[in-house]
């Protein structure tokens, strides 16, 4: 099996089109789902003692598979936090995939690690940090915000020593990402959500109101910039000087809108990121790089290495040769190089690429709201941020919002489900693809007439 054939050749000629035909398709259609059952109807056994054979499985994949798997970067994909990785990128993803590096240490894959180290300064640069500020690409902002999290307690545990909690606690705000609170159950820690001010933000006032309640028990405030259902960035001025007084670990959740620090529009947005302790932002969002991709920035990457690096006799050699083993940084050892891709295609197009493309998705979330509050049968959420869009279809309950949507994937018109404010049912778009077109928006408001 690992003999090169001609028949290989053959196959590798296969699957390389096969990629660059979907990297240049145009336009993507909206897939659909299929039961389980009705895959196993389709295509059979796959797994057989003499193998169905590449060809045939490269057939099932792109007769039955790939139609029944979603496309996030079709361009009316406006649910959740979509993606649209560029040209570059995902190419790139082949090589990464052909390349066989192990991306834990120096020793193996230093001129990948030193690429990606290269693209997490950008992003260091663009949020504020200082200088020695680092980190590492780990699979997304779950994982991300645990690693964080897992860090700023080992931190606490550190200065505190006897004298620690026996349960520590996290605070965050109500509109903190679900993760933040799956990250405090692996932990077995508390989370004390924090209230917002009317702007649904969280800020320094109510941060350091919980720190006086509950201050002796909490290793880390999260904060968000770019909450996922309205794009709302915290008050991160005034939280990071109730931090720094408290002297309580600052980490900033930045997974979906951290991407609008690549736009001078958007960048004063952030002030006071800086000062974070910890930071991710998710290039596999909206920064054009394909899934899995993850940034993760620690103001001290020591403070991480101290709880994240793994020792054993096996891996000593690794320690002597080289002082940026990435594995250091976050709950793996064994990584891809992820940020490769993200990597090359910023190499490729320039940062001002980037800026035009946020730029655009800015455009297009001007021109929905604009197209909303004009609308007779519709009527904004909340006024927009970022690049999200929240909105109601007046007269509508709940399950006309499910009807909508599920006719709307139905006729291929878009992908938009439905998400709660106040308990009350909303739509919301997320633009993270400038080719999304302000006509697509047209089409989709009006389909909801
Ligand atoms: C603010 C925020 N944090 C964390 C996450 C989790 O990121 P991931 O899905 O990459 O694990 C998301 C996902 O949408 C998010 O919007």
């Excluded at 655009?360 to 929905?368: G, I």
Aim: net charge negative.
């Amino acid at each position: 099996m690992h003999e090169h054939t001609e028949e290989m050749s053959a196959l590798a000629d296969r699957i390389i089109r096969t990629a660059r035909d979907r990297v240049e398709l145009d336009p993507i259609p909206l897939e659909h789902p299929k039961t389980s059952d009705e895959l196993d109807e389709l295509c059979g056994e796959t797994i057989t003692p003499a193998g169905i054979g590449g060809d045939r499985a490269l057939d099932l994949y792109n007769e039955v598979l790939s139609p029944a798997s979603l496309s996030v970067d079709f361009t009316r994909y406006l649910s959740f936090v979509p993606a649209a990785p560029t040209e570059a990128a995902v190419l790139f993803d082949l090589i990464v995939g052909a390349s066989s590096t192990y991306g834990g240490s120096w020793l193996e894959g230093a001129g990948s690690v030193w690429a990606e180290n290269q693209a997490l300064d950008w992003l260091r640069q663009v949020a504020g940090m200082p200088e020695g500020a680092g980190g590492v690409f780990v699979p997304g902002g779950t994982i991300g915000n645990l690693s964080a999290m897992v860090a700023a307690r080992h931190d606490a545990n550190e200065r505190r020593g006897a004298d620690r909690p026996a349960r520590w606690a996290f605070l965050a705000s109500k509109e903190s990402h679900s993760s933040v609170k799956a990250a405090c159950q692996v932990m077995d820690a508390d989370v004390i959500l924090v209230d917002t001010g009317d702007d649904r933000r969280m800020h320094g006032p109510e941060v350091a109101a919980a720190l006086a309640e509950h201050g002796d028990r909490v290793c880390a405030v999260v904060a968000t910039s770019g909450t996922t259902n309205l794009g709302l960035i915290d008050d991160l001025t005034s939280i990071a000087d109730v931090c720094e007084e408290a002297g309580v670990w600052l980490h900033v959740d930045g997974a979906y809108g951290g991407a609008g620090l690549a736009s001078e529009r958007t960048r004063p947005l952030f002030d006071g990121l800086g000062r974070a302790d910890s930071f991710i932002v998710d290039p596999h969002k909206w920064l054009f790089a394909p899934f899995d991709c993850c940034a993760l920035l620690y103001k001290d990457p020591a403070k991480a290495q101290a709880i994240h690096a793994q020792h054993a006799g096996y891996l000593a050699f690794l320690d002597a040769y080289g002082d940026w083993n990435p594995s250091d940084f976050a709950i793996h050892l064994t990584r891809r190089v992820r940020g490769l891709p993200f990597w090359f295609s910023l190499a490729t197009y320039g940062t001002d690429a980037y800026a035009a493309a946020v730029d655009a998705t800015l455009d297009l979330t001007a021109a929905a709201a604009e197209r909303i509050e004009a609308a007779d049968h519709l009527e904004l959420a909340h006024p927009p941020s970022l690049s999200v869009v929240a909105f109601r279809r007046k007269g509508w309950d709940g399950a006309q919002y499910q009807a909508w949507t599920e006719q709307a994937m139905a006729k291929g018109l878009a992908f938009v489900t439905p998400s709660r404010l106040d308990k009350q049912p909303i739509f919301r778009f997320c633009f993270v693809n400038p080719r999304t077109s302000t006509d697509e928006i047209d089409q989709i408001l009006a389909d909801m007439a």
